[in-house]
């Protein structure tokens, strides 16, 4: 049967991103990927996709450039109608200890990582709201919920969207349109692979670094018919950090 529910996921070309877009094709939705610079990330993932017979689409911008996620995304409506679900995912971290923190550290990850909640869901959101039904679902951090040392910019951006999240799933319930949040730990990606483990797991009752596979698994539950009474919750995927 034809799966009409099309799934948008920001940052699909690489880590967990790309892991929510092959678990999404999976289990049969047509994903429009989005990616910014990783051009040889994204047609991999497009060819994989293929490979696996799943429908894809490419569309390429920068999350924290307002006017280019309008115009793209006004495209990406035009074509496709109200989406299904919108996986807000793209995220960069740039790690110091406060003092030592510079301007570019501060703004790049909150116009990435915070500003990209409203550039993206923003211009999506009125057919959403207008067919009333859908998913929203956002992947913040663990960060964001306790706060990091060295983080102060990426948790802030976390916490914001976890706020965010909560918020906007008020707006959209009577609307039938759940609004939830993943907040991962440490995940086996490139993000994380300078992380300090041997400082990190002892803190991790489970004894080990997840698996993207095993975040995107939880994606695509939120975006199902069955999750449809689950909406204004931050879900923490992180082997009981503590």
């Known amino acids: 049967m034809e799966n009409n529910k099309k799934v948008l996921i920001t940052g699909a070309d690489r880590g967990i991103g790309r892991a929510i877009a092959l678990a999404v094709s999976v289990a049969g939705y047509p994903v429009i990927a989005h990616y910014r610079r990783n051009e040889e990330g994204a047609q991999s993932l497009e060819t994989e996709i293929r490979s696996k017979g799943g429908e894809i689409e490419l569309v390429r911008f920068d999350v924290r450039n307002r006017e280019e996620c309008r115009e793209q995304?006004?495209?990406?409506?035009?074509?496709?109608g109200a989406l299904w679900g919108i996986i807000c995912n793209a995220g960069i971290c740039a790690d110091n200890a406060f003092p030592a923190l510079s301007d570019e550290d501060w703004d790049t990850v909150i116009h990435t990582n915070l500003?990209?909640?409203y550039n993206v869901?923003?211009?999506?959101i009125m057919p959403v709201c207008r067919k009333k039904?859908?998913?929203i679902i956002t992947i913040a951090s663990v960060s964001g919920i306790n706060g990091n040392r060295g983080q102060v910019n990426y948790s802030a951006s976390k916490a914001g969207i976890i706020?965010?999240?909560k918020a906007l799933a008020v707006e959209l319930a009577s609307r039938s349109i759940t609004v939830n949040c993943i907040a991962p730990g440490i995940i086996e990606t490139d993000m994380s692979e300078?992380?300090?483990?041997?400082m990190i797991l002892p803190h991790v009752p489970m004894g080990r670094?997840?698996?993207?596979e095993e975040v995107a698994a939880l994606a695509v539950f939120l975006l199902s018919e069955t999750a449809s009474?689950?909406?204004r919750q931050v879900i923490a995927v992180d082997g009981g950090l503590v």
């Open 194 to 198: 300078k992380a300090p483990l041997d």
């Open 163 to 165: 706020g965010a999240t």
């Open 133 to 135: 039904q859908g998913r």
């Open 229 to 231: 009474y689950i909406t």
């Open 115 to 117: 500003d990209a909640f």
């Open 73 to 80: 995304l006004a495209a990406v409506t035009e074509k496709h």
């Open 121 to 124: 869901i923003h211009p999506l």
């Open 209 to 212: 670094i997840g698996k993207a």
